[in-house]
């Protein structure tokens, strides 16, 4: 009897560093240069975390500590290796808003989709543009 409860408190603690561990990796940062539209909030430049919540949410963090979950219309199949984080932006009508986020070796997250003329801004990844 103690050695099953032995066993079961150790998978238990496995189990929870494991998770810990997975959920790290499901994780990433940038330095926003610019204000943006994210979950229908107004967010400042800034460093953000973000952070897979599971089941198509995302965590977003932003320079205040103060975190805001984000709904994915979407997953978005990787088109490339790159291994670095990248969050991508639509440019429309004078408003920047949040669209894509690409955690590193995930698919990436389709948050909005823009309808109509926009253009893109992407932080991070490896070919970042404004």
Do not use: C
Not at 60 to 66: A, E, F, I, R, V
């Amino acid at each position: 009897m103690k050695r099953r409860v032995f066993f079961t408190i150790v998978a238990f603690v496995l189990a929870f560093g494991l998770s810990g561990a997975i959920a790290f990796a499901q994780s990433a940062s940038a330095e926003i240069p610019f204000p943006f539209v994210a979950g229908g909030k107004e967010m400042p430049a800034g460093k953000y975390q973000v952070a897979d919540a599971s089941n198509f949410r995302l965590q977003l963090t932003g320079p205040t500590g103060d975190g805001i979950f984000l709904l994915a219309i979407t997953m978005l199949g990787r088109h490339d290796k790159d291994p670095d984080p990248e969050f991508v932006f639509d440019k429309a009508d004078g408003k920047v808003v949040l669209s894509e986020v690409w955690l590193p070796g995930k698919d990436g997250y389709l948050l909005v989709s823009t309808k109509g003329p926009h253009t893109h801004a992407v932080v991070g990844g490896s070919n970042p543009r404004k």
